[in-house]
């Protein structure tokens, strides 16, 4: 019973919050930059070989100007070329000059050395001037450097 009434909950908070984003002009845009990137492992009790857990940070560089703080697990059989992780993570600081901050969720998966990645801002996180934040983002790693590319949409300045 406490299950069902969580996932409708949860459904209309999401109604809510895409009804809220379609109201007035938004502001669509892309920009792409490079981040530095830092993962330390952390224990993972019980002990289990094929499960990871790390911390995450990151320096965002360009018109994504941030610093990012999150967790990452993943699990996997790399004998057989198959992974799978999950992460969340807060960016806080400017996107093209508005300043806050919004959660990035992140879900991978990798068969036979082909991956899907999909990272997205979590509805409703935004904060500050990035409040009503939404959009998707890509990594890209190009000769061991990481890129980002952030398709996004926010509510239009108050002029």
Known sequence: MMSKFIAIAFALLLVAGSAAAQKGNAVSAHVSGPFDVKL?????????????RMSIDKVFHGALDATSRGAMLSIGNPSAGSAAYVALETVTGTLDGRAGSFVLMHNA????????????????????????????MNIRIEAGKHFYDFDYTLPAKAE
């Open 109 to 136: 998966t990798m068969e036979k050395g082909n991956g899907v990645l999909n990272v997205t801002v979590v509805p409703g996180s935004g904060t500050g001037a990035l409040a009503g934040l939404a959009g998707k």
């Open 40 to 52: 330390a492992p952390e224990t993972v009790t019980p002990a289990d070989p094929s499960l990871g």
